[in-house]
């Protein structure tokens, strides 16, 4: 069982940031990838960034390029969705999500084990 918990939600003004960060209980020499997702209230959950464990390579949402950044820390078995130039319509619930695959996944059901969710909340 993989536990993930996020944290640093938050209310921000639009063009602010906000940094998340999701601890994972996992150590494997596995290869594994994270993500994070979003759902806002009415909308299904959709993709906003992944990293592969190994080798850091990451993918984004269009809509987010640019001004999102994912990153990892080994050593702290964790992984971070740094937050620029924030829209009111980033207002989500933020999930993280783990995956026991290196290869790249956009969609929610090929994600083995979610965290709680954090709130971000971005005023205009």
């Known amino acids: 069982q993989v536990q993930l918990v996020e944290t640093g939600g938050g209310l921000v003004q639009a063009g602010g940031s906000l940094r998340l960060s999701c601890a994972t209980s996992v150590r494997t020499f596995v290869p594994f990838t994270m993500g994070w997702f979003r759902q806002a209230p009415g909308e299904e959950r959709e993709f906003v960034a992944a990293?592969?464990?190994?080798?850091?390579?990451?993918d984004y949402a269009d809509s987010v390029k640019g001004r999102f950044t994912i990153s990892r820390d080994s050593a702290e078995n964790a992984v971070f969705l740094q937050m620029s130039s924030l829209k009111p319509e980033d207002t989500a619930i933020y999930y993280c999500?783990?995956?026991?695959?290196?290869?790249?996944?956009?969609?929610?059901?090929?994600?083995?084990?979610w965290g709680q969710g954090t709130q971000v909340t971005v005023s205009s």
């Open positions: 990293i592969r464990w190994s080798g850091g390579s990451t």
């Open positions: 999500a783990f995956r026991w695959a290196g290869s790249p996944a956009t969609t929610p059901n090929t994600y083995d084990y």
